[in-house]
């Protein structure tokens, strides 16, 4: 359960977000352990998502809408994850990286208004991402880095070196050096905590604190005590105080001095604890609430919250000697939220007349070193330097008030940067009309081309519907002529003949004439001389005269070559003629006119040429082996006689 409420003089403190603050923020989005923001009376610090591992500096007393081409420190590979402010030089940056390094950045006199990439110091040493980086509270020059390495250093700042290291044995979560300066602390994802003595090089208390795996996280209260926050084994979030006086001889914590339930969400929430007023304030990422509690008399008591109205993605509380003394304000945070806004948060005490009270404000730390590095090396502790804070502003007036007057200031350079502003705009403005006069020709111009492509389509569709409808009464007549071939292969030969006859016409009869011609005369010659040879052969036999068989020869030899040849050409002539002409003029005339135009292959002339000439050649030879042997056998008697 909650501690137990008591009476307090800042009992009735109340929360409330101004409605000053710094917009258009852009921090790197990466999920990591470390804290994406620092403050102090001067600037503010960021992680920036504009170049990796860069940080944007801006200006505490100016909150405005942050230019996308703001200044920023430009020198880590790799995203940034946790910074700080030297305590003792508010110009004075640390910076934790992705790249396993640390770099010290001078942020120059009076703000950042260019690009840096120059660093002081950078600290090598780390072999994997650097989470958390913090100065010492009393001893100047003396920081401490805690890594994913599994590994914590303790730095000489102005030379670079590492003065002390030890094995932390997991993922740290979070760093704090106690109020003193003599030990600090890092806790871990195994749900441990580590005490460490860097001067002693060796660990004074290495226990564990929670139950559940969820990131614990830690804080100093005194130079002996110091309190967590994290989760027990049914997820509660729970605040406990611890006491390293309270070890076992194996380093062992006795247990917790006190334990409270904080809430049951299961969101991270971050310690803060501020020395002089004695309040604790636990918040985190996707918190919408900042609890508040006193300490007193070694007790944690529960007091007011703070409720936000959007969730924060990470918060950072400042130095107490900038606060508003004279408006009772105990304490002031800043807040990143989902809406990239960095607000500012103001924790003051309900007074009817709010006026300066000494017994509000004890002395608060100046911001001054205790001790030198070597003073602290040697072993030597001490308190930090406190003052009271009515004595640390200039001329006695409250940090916050010469902050608004600053923002006055601001406002009216920016009223000054505003008109500059306009008269840019209106120019932009103009040749955005001109650029918009064009724009509208050329859309004309565009919608016509649009008008003449789609008449040019609908040409192209109608072309195509035509040639479509072309090509399919091709198909049908290419089938129609198909099934007339397959016809007319199954008709007779005779039919075929006279087909061929009447597509061959004129070339047929020609060529048929000149090889009938030839071929007849040839056959002829040869059937003549045969059968003469062989009848005068015989006629001779009979015949015993030498000189009657010579006569016979040489006589009918040379009167049947003329005869036949004269016959048969003749003949030949007058048949061929007669008979093509008449089949090829009635024939051609009255059945193929159409076929013969329709069928122009060449296959079929060259099958009728040859049937045609084939028939020509049997009737020539018939012809011609009938009209010799007549004229030979009326030649006989004569030949006898003779």
């Known amino acids: 359960m909650k501690g137990g409420k008591r009476t307090s003089k800042y009992k009735n403190i109340i929360g409330e977000e101004k409605s000053y603050k710094f917009t258009n923020i852009n921090l790197v989005s990466e999920v990591t352990e470390g ?149 600090v602390g890092v806790t871990t994802k195994k749900k ?27 804080t100093w209260i005194d130079d002996n005590s110091f309190v967590t926050t994290g989760f027990s084994k049914n997820n509660v979030k729970e605040l406990k105080l611890w006491d390293i006086r309270k070890v076992t001889p194996e380093l062992k914590s006795e247990g917790p001095v006190q334990k409270l339930v904080i809430d049951n969400l299961l969101t991270v929430v971050t310690p803060f604890y501020d020395h002089e007023s004695k309040l604790l304030f636990t918040s985190g990422k996707g918190e919408l609430s900042i609890h508040i509690y006193d300490f007193n008399d070694s007790i944690i008591h529960a007091n007011n919250d703070f409720k936000s109205k959007t969730p924060a993605l990470s918060v950072h509380m400042f130095e107490r000697k900038i606060l508003d003394y004279n408006k009772c304000e105990i304490d002031r945070f800043i807040q990143y ?49 406190k ?119 004129e070339e047929v009869k020609e060529e048929s004439k000149a090889e009938v011609k030839e071929e007849s005369k040839e056959e002829v010659k040869e059937e003549s001389k045969e059968e003469v040879k062989e009848e005068t052969k015989e006629e001779v036999k009979e015949e015993p005269k030498e000189e009657v068989k010579e006569d016979a020869k040489e006589e009918t030899k040379e009167e049947t070559k003329e005869e036949v040849k004269e016959e048969s050409k003749a003949e030949v002539k007058e048949e061929s003629k007669e008979e093509v002409k008449e089949e090829s003029k009635e024939e051609v005339k009255e059945e193929t006119k159409e076929e013969v135009k329709e069928e122009p292959k060449e296959e079929p002339k060259e099958e009728s040429k040859e049937e045609t000439k084939e028939e020509i050649k049997e009737e020539s030879k018939e012809e011609a082996k009938e009209d010799p042997k007549d004229e030979i056998k009326e030649e006989k008697p004569e030949i006898n006689e003779g």
């Open 35 to 183: 804290n994406f923001i620092a403050c102090n009376g001067s600037f503010i610090a960021a992680s920036w998502n504009s170049t990796p591992g860069s940080v944007a500096v801006l200006d505490t007393p100016f909150p405005t809408n942050v230019k996308i081409n703001t200044p920023i420190l430009k020198g880590h590979k790799r995203s940034v994850f946790d910074m700080a402010f030297s305590p003792f030089k508010e110009n004075i940056l640390a910076t934790a990286s992705d790249d396993a390094t640390c770099k010290l950045w001078e942020i120059p006199t009076g703000g950042l208004r260019q690009n840096l990439n120059q660093d002081l110091i950078t600290y090598k040493g780390h072999t994997r991402r650097v989470s958390f980086v913090k100065f010492n509270p009393v001893a100047e020059n003396v920081m401490a880095t805690a890594s994913t390495d599994y590994t914590l250093h303790v730095w000489n700042s102005t030379k670079g070196e590492t003065y002390a290291k030890v094995d932390i044995g997991d993922i740290p979560t979070s760093l704090d050096w106690n109020t003193v300066g003599s030990l």
């Open 192 to 218: 441990m905590v580590n005490i460490f003595d860097p001067r002693a090089n060796k660990s004074v208390l290495v226990s564990q604190i929670y139950e559940s795996p969820r990131s614990p996280k830690f």
């Open 337 to 385: 939220n989902n809406k990239k806004e960095i607000s500012f948060i103001s924790f003051c005490l309900s007074r009817k007349n709010p006026e300066y009270e000494p017994a509000l404000y004890p002395p608060v730390f100046s911001g001054e070193p205790a001790l030198t590095y070597d003073q602290w090396v040697a072993g030597e502790n001490k308190e930090p330097v």
């Open 387 to 505: 003052k009271e804070i009515h004595l640390l502003g200039n001329n006695n007036a409250s940090q916050t008030d010469k902050g608004e007057a600053k923002i006055t200031e601001g406002s009216k350079k920016e009223e000054a940067v505003d008109n500059d502003l306009e008269q840019k705009i209106k120019m932009i403005e103009e040749k955005v009309n001109k650029k918009q006069a064009i724009y509208d020709q050329l859309l004309k111009q565009k919608e016509e081309l649009d008008k003449r492509l789609k008449a040019v389509k609908q040409k192209k569709e109608e072309v195509n519907d035509k040639l479509h409808d072309a090509l399919r009464d091709k198909a049908l007549r290419d089938k129609e002529k198909e099934k007339n071939q397959s016809e007319k292969k199954e008709e007779p030969k005779e039919e075929v003949k006279e087909e061929t006859k009447e597509e061959t016409k």
